[in-house]
């Protein structure tokens, strides 16, 4: 039996080699991508680590027992209604994918806070100004999703003197972070925010949050940091608040269309950066050991590690 790689993104011949070192006896087969044939019988398939897969390609796999993700988002591979619900789906949970997520968050809520935006622009006008500083703690960070990246990052905003709130759908204790739970919480929560930080999975609930209606309940010049999922944002919603000097700006690391079409507003849009989808990245050094860890427990008949819910989609 061996495992699939399938990923339009990541180099895949670098992830089989390191799987290859950590179990030597492992048949890894890797798929060319759209348009190439199956690199061996769909029948010799038992486990597959995946991005992204074409439409069908899961369900073409009559003896698959386990599928691992790429990353810690999962949504990429339940989009294919025909996903073998029956089949377990482990994600990525690393400290290092985490930790690189949080440098993410520190870098740009600090990029707003110490005013880096109108210093650049100062800077290409060689203006000399001042501007008046803002202590930290008269600045509230709000991260929407709270799980293994989230909390991360919330504590590390603690340690530099922000007020700092989190919304999950349960109730979180963590030390310093204000938690806001559930729908009802919503509205309160989003009050608060002079930067809303997305950290959310895209599942049904969570597609379009980033929208006029939630982004009115901002106070006036707050900036948005998106490193959930492009499908959070309704684009012309962001951008009009964004012309209406609604919003100060925002950082959009993720996009509804990757890579982002080269006419796209948000390239050239003064109050927005953009980067490439690589808040964080999963490390085949660091993450390969956990993929080894639930491929040994599937050959020893064991409970997998790191599975999601599909029926919640995260
Ligand atoms: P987790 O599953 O650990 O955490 C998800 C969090 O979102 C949880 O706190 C969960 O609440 C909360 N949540 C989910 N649905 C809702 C909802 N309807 N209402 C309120 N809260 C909700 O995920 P990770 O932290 O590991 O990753 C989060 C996402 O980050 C990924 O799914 C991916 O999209 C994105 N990502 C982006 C990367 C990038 O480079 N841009 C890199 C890695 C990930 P609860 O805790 O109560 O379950
Ligand atoms: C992930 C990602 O989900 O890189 O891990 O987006």
């Not at 027992?65 to 990429?76: E, P, R, S, W």
């Not at 959310?200 to 490193?227: D, M, Q």
Request: net charge negative; proline share 7%.
């Amino acid at each position: 039996m061996a495992l699939l790689i399938y990923t339009p993104v990541h180099d895949a011949e670098d992830w089989a080699d390191t799987l290859r070192e950590h179990l030597p006896d492992l048949d890894v087969r890797v798929h060319r991508g759209p348009g190439h044939a199956m690199p061996c019988d769909p029948a010799e398939i038992d486990m597959a680590l995946i991005w992204k897969p074409p439409a069908g390609l899961l369900a073409s796999l009559p003896n698959l027992k386990f599928v691992h993700g790429f990353g810690a988002g999962v949504d990429n591979i339940l989009a294919d209604k025909s996903y073998p619900r029956h089949v377990p789906l482990a994600r990525v949970v690393d400290a290092g994918l985490a930790n690189g997520m949080a440098e993410y968050v520190v870098l740009h809520v600090l990029r707003f806070h110490r005013q880096m935006q109108a210093m650049q622009f100062n800077q290409r006008n060689k203006t000399w100004k001042w501007l008046p500083p803002v202590d930290a703690s008269e600045r509230t960070v709000g991260i929407m999703g709270m799980g293994a990246l989230g909390a991360v990052a919330a504590k590390r905003l603690v340690d530099f003197g922000f007020q700092v709130v989190g919304w999950s759908r349960r109730l979180k204790a963590i030390d310093g972070v204000a938690s806001f739970h559930g729908e009802e919480q919503f509205e309160g929560f989003l009050r608060h925010c002079n930067l809303l930080v997305c950290l959310l999975p895209l599942t049904p609930e969570t597609r379009g949050i980033i929208c006029r209606r939630n982004l009115s309940l901002l106070p006036r010049g707050a900036y948005i940091i998106n490193a959930g999922r492009g499908d959070h944002v309704v684009e012309a919603d962001l951008l009009h608040a964004l012309d209406n000097d609604y919003l100060s700006g925002a950082t959009l690391d993720v996009f509804a269309e990757e890579p982002l079409r080269e006419d796209h507003p948000f390239w050239t849009h003064p109050k927005v950066t953009v980067t490439p989808h690589n808040a964080a990245d999963s490390i085949p050094a660091l993450v390969v050991p956990q993929i080894v860890e639930n491929i040994q427990r599937c050959r020893a008949g064991k409970p997998l590690l790191r599975i999601v819910d599909p029926a919640v989609g995260y």
